[in-house]
T-cell receptor
Framework: NAGVTQTPKFQVLKTGQSMTLQCAQD?????MYWYRQDPGMGLRLIYY???????DKGEVPNGYNVSRLNKREFSLRLESAAPSQTSVYFC??????????????????FGSGTRLTVV | QQQVKQSPQSLIVQKGGISIINCAYE??????FPWYQQFPGKGPALLIA?????SEKKEGRFTISFNKSAKQFSLHIMDSQPGDSATYFC???????????FGPGTRLSVLP
C-alpha cells in the first residue's frame, strides 16, 4: 500500500547515545516533515524538506539533524540523545499530484510513528 | 501568530450524540484548514478539510463549520459512535498546504 513508512517503531536509548530515524514515502511527494508529539502539546515541527535537496528548521530543531537522501527518503538524527527527547516521532509527506488543482492539494500523509524513550 | 488554539482538551459524548470541537487562529494568511483523526498507536490521518472561501463542508457524519470573520472553525460529528473515539487535531496552513500548524488535540470518548 502507498504511504509513509517509518523505522523503527520503538527504541530505547541511553542518554548520550545517537540514532537515526528512517522515513520513506512512495507517493512521489515533494515535501517531507518530521514532527514530535508530546502529551498536551500536539504536533510540533522539528525539520522539514520542501523539496529534494533542501531542508529547513521548524519549531523545535535543537538536538536534531536531518538528511533528505533523495525524493523518497528523509531521515532524522539524534546525535546525543537527552531525556527531553523522549517522545513519539512522526514523519509526514505532502505534495500535489501533477496537474492537480489547488482545491485538491490535500494535507499530510503520516507514518505510524516511532516511540522513543531516552533513559 | 502561528498558533492554533483548540478546545476542549477532552470530550465525552454518548452514542448517537453530537461531538463539537472548536479551533481558533490568528494568522489571516492561513488558507487551508484540515482536521486529523488519530487512533492510539497510529499516525494522524486526514479526516476532512476546508478552504476559507466556503462556510461549511460536510462529508458523511463529519462537518466543518468555518467563520472567517471570527477566525474560528469547528468540527461537528453527528450521530457519534464508539468507533469515533480518538484524538482529533485541527490544523492550518498557507503556502499551498505546506508547514501545517496543529492545535494541541482533543481526546474524544464516545460511550456505548
Amino acid at each position: 500500500n502507498a504511504g509513509v513508512t517509518q523505522t523503527p517503531k520503538f527504541q530505547v536509548l541511553k542518554t548520550g547515545q545517537s540514532m537515526t530515524l528512517q522515513c520513506a514515502q512512495d507517493m512521489n511527494h515533494n515535501s517531507m516533515y518530521w514532527y514530535r508529539q508530546d502529551p498536551g502539546m500536539g504536533l510540533r515541527l522539528i525539520y522539514y524538506s520542501a523539496s529534494e535537496g533542501t531542508t529547513d528548521k521548524g519549531e523545535v530543531p535543537n538536538g536534531y539533524n536531518v538528511s533528505r537522501l533523495n525524493k523518497r527518503e528523509f531521515s532524522l538524527r539524534l546525535e546525543s540523545a537527552a531525556p527531553s527527547q523522549t517522545s513519539v516521532y512522526f514523519c509526514a509527506s505532502s505534495g500535489r499530484r501533477q496537474g492537480a488543482s489547488i482545491l485538491g492539494r490535500g494535507g499530510y500523509t503520516f507514518g505510524s510513528g516511532t516511540r522513543l524513550t531516552v533513559v | 501568530q502561528q498558533q492554533v488554539k483548540q478546545s476542549p482538551q477532552s470530550l465525552i459524548v454518548q452514542k448517537g450524540g453530537i461531538s463539537i470541537i472548536n479551533c481558533a487562529y490568528e494568522n489571516t494568511a492561513f488558507d487551508y484548514f484540515p482536521w486529523y483523526q488519530q487512533f492510539p498507536g497510529k499516525g494522524p490521518a486526514l479526516l476532512i478539510a476546508i478552504r476559507p472561501d466556503v462556510s461549511e463542508k460536510k462529508e458523511g457524519r463529519f462537518t466543518i463549520s468555518f467563520n472567517k470573520s471570527a477566525k474560528q472553525f469547528s468540527l461537528h460529528i453527528m450521530d457519534s459512535q464508539p468507533g469515533d473515539s480518538a484524538t482529533y487535531f485541527c490544523a492550518a496552513s498557507y503556502n499551498y498546504g505546506q508547514n501545517f500548524v496543529f492545535g494541541p488535540g482533543t481526546r474524544l470518548s464516545v460511550l456505548p
